[in-house]
């Protein structure tokens, strides 16, 4: 099972966030389809995925999208998928 706590900042400070959960075992191959899967239900479009993007995750359980990274507008800073290990 793997759980990601995806977050929203504005300013430094944490303006949404939710934990989605996934059956199986982590896939760096599927780590796309965590972050679409994230981003709908926060409710976000999904930002462009890089391989940077997904061995950040791997190595070191975070990764950071810039608003840049999303082709269209979006009212925070930076979205943040944490790999939450139990």
Not at 21 to 49: M, S
Not at 61 to 86: M, Q
């Amino acid at each position: 099972m793997i759980k990601i706590w995806a977050k929203t900042l504005k300013n430094k400070k944490i303006t949404a966030n939710e934990i989605v959960v996934f059956d199986g075992k982590y896939d760096e191959n599927d780590f796309d389809e965590y972050v679409r899967t994230v981003c709908h239900e926060l409710d976000l479009p999904t930002p462009v995925v890089l391989s940077s993007h997904a061995s950040n995750f791997t190595q070191f359980n975070i990764s950071r999208f810039k608003a840049s990274d999303f082709v269209e507008y979006v009212d925070f800073d930076e979205l943040t998928l944490e790999n939450c290990k139990v």
